[in-house]
């Protein structure tokens, strides 16, 4: 199977062309969604999730204090560091298992936001990023999530890699600016991983 990594920085709109891939009928792994998931109900995970960030990681509930969570390692990168060091594992066994259960696919889709950041790329053979200006992507961000301010947007793209870079590294790019219509590029996308499918199942 076709694994195809797919990334960009927040507000990219990433998330608009997985959907459009999922109307072609490409599965999509969303490693965000599945990383909340892995880490509310892996047993393990959550024991060392508590026994590294303290009770306060779930809530009366049960269920995972984002809240918390966040403001325990958003600004200390050696805390970032080991929750991520803690959780991404858990997601790339997710992923496998997710992985199983699409196998008919003639390809799939797994985005990840810090695709690079995180070493997710190595488990795809190809990555595309979904690239848009900085102010686009930050007027968009401001749009959908009111209760940022700018500078929290500006921190959030500080910690992830530039856009120069993310296009440097990947092998496809979409560019969603205002100004180029999404779909035809990703139909276009569409019709080459189907080739490269069709190749990687000859070889």
Same mark, same amino acid.
């Given at each position: 199977?076709?694994?195809?990594?797919?990334?960009?920085?927040?507000?990219?709109?990433?998330?608009? %062309?997985?959907?459009?891939?999922?109307?072609?009928?490409?599965? +999509?792994?969303?490693?965000?969604?599945?990383?909340?998931?892995?880490?509310?109900?892996?047993?393990?995970?959550?024991?060392?999730? $508590?026994?590294?960030?303290?009770?306060?990681?779930?809530?009366?509930?049960?269920? @995972?204090?984002?809240?918390?969570?966040?403001? *325990?390692?958003?600004?200390?990168?050696?805390?970032?560091?080991?929750? /991520?060091?803690?959780?991404?594992?858990? &997601?790339?066994?997710?992923?496998? !298992?997710? @992985?199983? &259960? /699409?196998?008919?696919?003639?390809? +799939?889709?797994?985005?990840?936001?810090?695709?690079?950041?995180? /070493?997710?790329?190595?488990?795809?053979?190809? +990555?595309?990023? +979904?690239?848009?200006?900085?102010?686009?992507?930050?007027?968009?961000?401001? @749009?959908?999530?009111?209760?940022?301010?700018?500078?929290? &947007?500006?921190?959030?793209?500080?910690?992830?890699?530039?856009?120069?870079? !993310?296009? *440097?590294?990947?092998?496809? %790019?979409?560019? /969603?600016?205002d100004a180029q219509l999404v779909l035809p590029q990703v139909v276009q996308l569409h019709q080459r991983f189907l080739a490269l499918a &069709?190749?990687?199942? $000859? @070889?």
């Amino acid at each position: 199977m076709l694994k195809i990594g797919i990334t960009g920085g927040i507000g990219s709109g990433k998330s608009i %062309v997985c959907k459009c891939f999922q109307l072609l009928g490409v599965p +999509v792994y969303d490693s965000d969604t599945r990383a909340k998931w892995v880490m509310n109900f892996d047993p393990e995970l959550r024991e060392q999730l $508590i026994s590294t960030f303290g009770p306060e990681t779930y809530d009366a509930q049960q269920q @995972l204090n984002r809240t918390y969570l966040s403001q *325990r390692v958003f600004h200390d990168a050696e805390q970032l560091a080991k929750l /991520n060091g803690l959780v991404h594992p858990q &997601v790339r066994k997710d992923f496998y !298992r997710w @992985l199983d &259960v /699409n196998i008919q696919a003639p390809y +799939v889709l797994k985005e990840a936001a810090l695709m690079f950041e995180s /070493n997710a790329y190595t488990q795809v053979d190809h +990555v595309l990023t +979904v690239s848009a200006p900085i102010e686009v992507r930050r007027a968009r961000t401001l @749009l959908r999530d009111p209760h940022r301010n700018a500078a929290q &947007v500006d921190a959030i793209m500080d910690k992830q890699l530039s856009e120069e870079e !993310r296009i *440097r590294r990947a092998q496809f %790019v979409l560019y /969603n600016d205002d100004a180029q219509l999404v779909l035809p590029q990703v139909v276009q996308l569409h019709q080459r991983f189907l080739a490269l499918a &069709v190749d990687k199942s $000859i @070889l």
